[in-house]
């Protein structure tokens, strides 16, 4: 009736990738954003801080959502990230596209077409950034998980290195009469 159910968070690592991944991106919207010949004035810096924050909340979300419907064990965890990467870049790429199209006044079906094809250009490159630094992430905090299950586990071993025996129920209820 009391059930209590504890849900761990995504590791380090993941969430290190989120972020590196939306920050990213979101100089890569911002940047698409400006004219070329154009030195970057304040408005444009604001523009900046703009994506940055869409592309970070956008990706933590999406972290936060698969997050509730994953444990992040084993070959999960790449359907995962490729998903976060996905999805994350939906926001602040319409938010960018909308910007782009209204600034120069695009003809709308060459835009989409063309919006189309370099989201999907723009998907690559975010999933393998995030592919990089997630492994870059776990092989970085390997040695510190090993570390951690032998410690736990040598509070349990005997001095000839084995498991002690487990002690039936029973036998441990003889034991305190």
Known sequence: MGQTFTKQRPPVYV?????????????????????????PTTRDYLFLLLYQSLSLISYL?????????????GTE????????????????YIASGVQIWTTYQLELGWFLRQSAVAWLLLNAGM????????????????PFRI?????????????????????????LRAGRK
């Open 127 to 142: 999933l393998v950034i995030m592919a990089v630094t997630s492994t870059v992430g776990f092989l970085l905090t390997l």
């Open 15 to 39: 969430i290190l990738a989120c972020v590196l991944s939306a920050l990213v991106f979101g100089f890569i919207c911002w940047n698409s954003t400006l004219r070329s010949d154009a030195e």
């Open 147 to 171: 570390g951690a299950r032998n410690v736990a586990s040598a509070s349990f071993t005997k001095s000839n290195g084995q498991m002690p025996p487990v002690k039936r129920f029973t036998e």
């Open 61 to 73: 979300a999406t972290l936060w959502f698969f997050g509730r419907l994953s444990n992040f064990h």
């Open 77 to 92: 965890i790449i359907v995962v990230l490729f998903l976060i990467s996905v999805f994350g870049t939906i926001v602040p």
